[in-house]
Every structure is written in C-alpha cells, then in structure tokens.
C-alpha cells in the first residue's frame, strides 16, 4: 500500500483540558472545528463555499499546496474576518502565501494555538503519476481526538478516535483506502475529499469504508456539506 508510516515522539499534554468539540464538514476537504468559542478551519480551497463570516478563527491548517485544499482568496475571506489567525501549512504552502504570514510545518510538529492542539504527521503527498511531481503533505492529529491525513495514508503512532477518511481523489484507489482503515483502526470514520462523486459514488465508495471500519469495531457516519456533529475532545477519552 502506497503509505508513509512514522512514529513519533508524544509531546507532553498535561494539564490541558478539553471539552466539546463542534466540527462542520463542509463541501470536499474542508473542515470547521469550534471549541471554547474559538475555531480552526482546515483546508479551506476551491471547492468550498466562500469562507466569509467566521469568527474568532485562531488558526488555518492546510495540508497541502494544491488548489482543492488552499486558495488564496479563500484564505483572504478568512484573515479579513480574522487578520491575527496564524496560517500553517507545508514549506510549499508557506511559499504559495509569501505575501501573508505562514508558519511552516513538518512531520513531528506540535502546536498548541489556544484549545487547539495540533501533531502533524507525514512528509509527501501521494502520488499521482509518475510525470506529476511530488508535494509536500503533513496530516493533522487535533486535540489528540480527530486525524486527517490530507492526501496520504500516513498512520499515526496512536489509537485514532475520529478518521477524516479521503474517500475520493485522482490519487486514490478505494482499495488503498480499506487497507488504510484496516491499519488505523478508527473508533469513529466520516468520508472527506468527496466532491468528485456522486450520489451513487458516495455509496459506493462509503459502503467500502463502512464496512472496514466496522469490522474492527468503529463506527461509520456519512455527512453531507453544512452538516455539524459533535464530538469528546477529552484528551484521556482518546488514548
């Protein structure tokens, strides 16, 4: 399976406390998380309704430096709103917005911006064809609760509560994908990266998810763009 895999170092985390995490899945990649009334927006490119309107956003995580998950008039809605959010993304993205402020990030990096932990994880994107060059990509472990991997299989060094599952891309193979979930063994799973499907490949595709992740025990929920759910950001509730 086309996979980074890496361990690494947990950073201490005591006495931190968290509670409950509101997350919205909106259109393809993006993702909205709001805890102790502040947010972080991961990914928020192309495919996404334009993000204006969202308040007390504290940080920006992108992934990578492709168009569906970072656009620079997405990220400009934001900061209007937001102008102290910190932006952090692979050397590539902080090359993209030389013009904003952009904290680099690489594999075993560990930010703590207000009641957001992030632990990124990973180096490449995966590959799409030989005759496309290769991306940087790093995932993101949030409050040591909800992973997403961004464009790669790359398994993180602990239990998973809550997978952000890539469930379609020109990179992905839904094969890849189930191999993928029978590594991490999520506790919980939603499909993400799934605006190239359509209603009948939605069911396709999350049938497939569904069923690996339910035979090692988690639990599998589909959401459509807009839909918000909640979740335990108890740091000892996820280990």
Request: a negative charge; glycine letters at 8%; charged letters at 20%.
């Amino acid at each position: 399976m086309p996979a980074d895999f890496f361990i690494t170092n947990r950073k201490s985390t005591q006495g931190w406390q968290y509670g409950v995490m509101k997350v919205t899945k909106l259109e393809h990649a993006t993702l909205v998380l709001e805890l102790d009334g502040k947010t972080l927006i991961v990914d928020p490119g192309f495919y996404t309704r334009p993000m204006d309107g969202y308040q007390n956003v504290v940080a920006v995580v992108v992934t990578h430096n492709h168009d569906d998950h970072v656009h620079e008039s997405q990220i400009d809605r934001i900061l209007a709103d937001n102008p102290d959010a910190l932006i952090l993304g692979t050397q590539d993205v902080a090359l993209r917005l030389a013009t904003r402020e952009v904290s680099a990030v690489q594999h075993g990096d560990f930010h703590q911006i207000g009641p957001f932990s992030l632990e990124f994880f990973g180096s490449m994107h995966i590959e799409i064809h030989r005759s496309i060059p290769l991306i940087q990509n790093c995932g993101v472990f949030i409050n040591n609760t909800l992973f997403y991997p961004g464009d790669n299989y790359v398994t993180p060094d602990r239990r998973v509560k809550y997978l952000a599952c890539p469930a379609s891309a020109p990179w992905l193979k839904i094969g890849d994908v189930m191999d993928y979930l029978a590594d991490v063994k999520p506790e919980n799973c939603f499909p993400t990266h799934n605006i190239h499907l359509s209603d009948w490949g939605n069911q396709l595709n999350n049938g497939r998810i569904q069923a690996v992740t339910e035979e090692f025990g988690g639990k599998f929920a589909f959401h459509l763009p807009g839909d918000s759910f909640e979740l335990d950001a108890n740091l000892e509730g996820a280990r």
